[in-house]
């Protein structure tokens, strides 16, 4: 009879009966390596997402993590054996993501840090040790299939590139365990762009035919941003003074360009809270509430026994930036840039295929 490796469990009443529900390691690190390899792709990192979901759990196919699993045993480091198997590719920087999946990106330290060191290097030591055993020879590890990817010359690109893989891996894990814990959650709603696009059109219309001075130069800013939409992706500015529509005029060029290159959805930076909760509430109205996420540290969702099904998407959504419109300030936005937690990490990888507004960027802090 075949050994079977379990990577989690669930309590399960049914009509009064209690038992227990298994989830096997193979169809959990095989579902979470579909979902990272999705999301990398979109970053050219399809192949690198793939082989980090399929081996991030690898050190739960050890004796001391099953009875940890099945029989409330002490804990266990599982995180280090699949970092090892990834090293086998020599790259380094993927076998980081996968070790610190859970408690975070790890410093590198040297080769000089001894055996049990918080660094990446002091735990790679342990492995084959009783802290870390070696994985059970029962157990089928898929081979890993990379390329050698030896870190060469550390860059800010390696390091941002590096938290993006990061993000996919933590956010595609999350999402498989929550689907087996609490089965198909209201994730990923919304509206599609072109949606919001006839929405805002809609309002847009009412511009025309303009009388005002005022108004005319706002119908000129308009017709400017949504004709540039067409261009290529890439950088651009919009100089408007108070009261010229900016706003509004910048949201059309967002919705109009990420229909134009098939992107998934707009962040809008602003400086200040004082702002952002006006600019959401405009959006909300233009849009449906239901299709934007205001995220700030004065925006807080909890999910309790009183939640509404509305608190509970939004909850959901702020976790990974999974929803067409998401408001947030330049501090959550840049912290997260910088971050090495796996919370905060999560909904980096969502930046990719956006379009990213940063209102009054003249404010950002240089530093």
Same mark, same amino acid.
């Given at each position: ?20 529900? !298994? ?110 055993? +070696?994985?059970?020879?029962? !157990?089928?590890? +898929? ?8 870190? $060469?010359? +550390? ?55 303009? $009388? ?23 950088? !651009? ?34 400086? !200040? ?55 947030? $300030? ?38």
């Amino acid at each position: 009879m075949d050994k079977k490796f379990y990577a989690h469990t669930r309590p399960i009443n049914e009509n009064g009966v209690e038992r227990t529900e !298994y989830q096997l390691l193979s169809d959990h690190e095989h579902g979470v390596g579909m979902l990272c390899g999705q999301f990398a792709e979109v970053f050219g990192a399809q192949a690198e997402g793939h082989e980090a979901g399929v081996h991030h759990d690898d050190g739960k196919a050890t004796a001391a993590f099953q009875h940890r699993l099945l029989d409330n045993g002490p804990k266990v480091d599982h995180a280090t054996a699949g970092a090892q198997n990834i090293m086998l590719s020599n790259n380094l920087l993927l076998a980081a993501c996968v070790m610190g999946h859970h408690s975070g990106l790890p410093d590198f330290g040297s080769t000089k840090d001894p055996l049990g060191a918080p660094t990446f290097t002091g735990r790679i030591k342990k492995w084959g040790t009783p802290a870390i055993p +070696p994985l059970d020879p029962d !157990y089928p590890i +898929p081979p890993v299939r990379l390329p050698q990817r030896p870190v $060469t010359r +550390p860059s800010l690109s390696e390091s941002f590139r590096t938290r993006m893989l990061y993000s996919c891996l933590v956010d595609a894990d999350y999402l498989d365990t929550e689907q087996f814990m609490q089965g198909d959650m209201p994730r990923g709603t919304g509206d599609s762009l072109e949606t919001l696009l006839t929405r805002l059109q809609a309002r847009l219309n009412k511009w025309d035919n303009p $009388t005002s001075e005022l108004n005319k130069l706002r119908q000129q800013i308009l017709r400017a941003c949504v004709s540039a939409a067409a261009n290529p992706k890439g950088i !651009y500015t919009l100089t408007v003074p108070t009261g010229g529509g900016k706003t509004t005029s910048s949201l059309a060029f967002a919705l109009h360009h990420a229909v134009e290159h098939g992107m998934k959805r707009v962040i809008y930076v602003v400086p !200040y809270t004082s702002i952002i909760e006006q600019t959401a509430q405009e959006f909300r109205t233009i849009l449906g509430a239901e299709n934007v996420l205001e995220h700030h540290s004065n925006a807080a969702y909890e999910i309790d026994a009183e939640a509404t099904p509305k608190t509970v998407r939004l909850a959901q959504a702020a976790e990974n930036w999974d929803m067409p419109v998401v408001v947030t $300030t330049a501090v959550q936005f840049f912290e997260s840039l910088y971050a090495n937690r796996p919370s905060q990490c999560r909904k980096l990888h969502n930046l990719a295929g956006s379009v990213i507004l940063f209102d009054e960027a003249q404010l950002l802090p240089l530093p």
